[in-house]
């Protein structure tokens, strides 16, 4: 399994590339913000070639260049819908200084957009990625994990120490609660956890010492063991 990626623009958006190998068809997730650059200098130094780009959210960091990545080799571009609209309208995620923040800034949607549902199974790339709905910092927020949980890419629902931010359109915090009580809990230790912003990190270190998670375990209800 290959892995690269690197912090893109103001934001300092994780993007991140997977492939089977090097020299292999690989996935771009999350092209956030002046991330063409970056995605291309990837591709060349382990000779991948992009088959899709998916999308945890639909927030302007994680989606400013996908229409390019996208146009540029013809691929498509996957986001849950209740977060499609802010690929053509960002400001609509952001509060009301969105138009003195992005300056004017116009995007638009890829020529092919298709949607992510919960529990769908992407095979793309010789990679299996099994999507969750995980809402709650926006309403389509979604995590991607790798067979047997050994990976997840969980966009901004669970950082190193923290959690994305609730107080923007579409964000609601009972709803991320329910989302790492559902979706972050029930993994094991092990995984590693692959964040929209900041260092990696483990299931099994936020356990322990992320407040967020620590108050997230009485939703996860009886049943939902903690190791």
Same mark, same amino acid.
């Given at each position: ?31 956030? @913000? #002046?991330?063409?650059?970056?995605? #291309?200098?990837?591709? &060349?130094?382990? &000779? ?9 959210? !639909? ?19 996957? *986001? ?7 690929? %053509?309208?960002?400001?609509? $995620?952001? +509060?009301?200084?969105?138009? +003195? ?6 995007? %638009?949607?890829? #020529?092919?957009? &298709?949607?992510? +549902? ?21 309403? $389509?927020?979604? +995590? ?11 966009? #901004?629902?669970?950082? /190193?120490? %923290? ?6 359109? !579409?964000?609601?915090? /009972? ?24 260092? @990696?990190?483990? *299931? !099994?270190?936020? &356990? ?15 049943? @939902?063991?903690?190791?």
């Amino acid at each position: 399994m290959l892995i690269a990626g690197f912090p893109a623009g103001a934001f300092q958006t994780n993007c991140y590339v997977v492939a089977p190998a090097a020299g292999e068809e690989c996935v771009v997730v999350d092209p956030g @913000q #002046d991330a063409t650059d970056g995605v #291309d200098e990837l591709l &060349r130094e382990h &000779r991948l070639k992009p088959v899709a780009v998916l999308l945890t959210h !639909g927030h302007l960091d994680h989606v400013w260049s996908v229409a390019p990545v996208c146009g540029a080799r013809d691929i498509p571009a996957w *986001i849950h819908p209740d977060d499609r609209h802010l690929l %053509s309208d960002p400001a609509a $995620g952001w +509060s009301g200084t969105s138009e +003195s923040l992005f300056g004017g800034l116009t995007l %638009s949607e890829p #020529d092919d957009v &298709r949607e992510l +549902s919960d529990g769908a199974v992407l095979r793309l790339a010789g990679l299996e990625l099994v999507v969750d709905h995980t809402p709650g910092h926006t309403r $389509g927020s979604v +995590s991607f994990r790798l067979p047997d949980d050994a990976i997840m890419f969980s966009g #901004d629902l669970l950082f /190193a120490g %923290s959690i994305g931010r609730t107080d923007l359109p !579409g964000g609601d915090h /009972a709803t991320i609660m329910r989302s790492l009580a559902t979706k972050c809990l029930p993994l094991p230790d092990d995984t590693v956890v692959l964040p929209g912003h900041g260092p @990696q990190t483990t *299931i !099994g270190r936020e &356990r322990v010492a992320n407040p967020y998670l620590k108050e997230a375990a009485p939703h996860a209800g009886p049943t @939902q063991g903690i190791s």
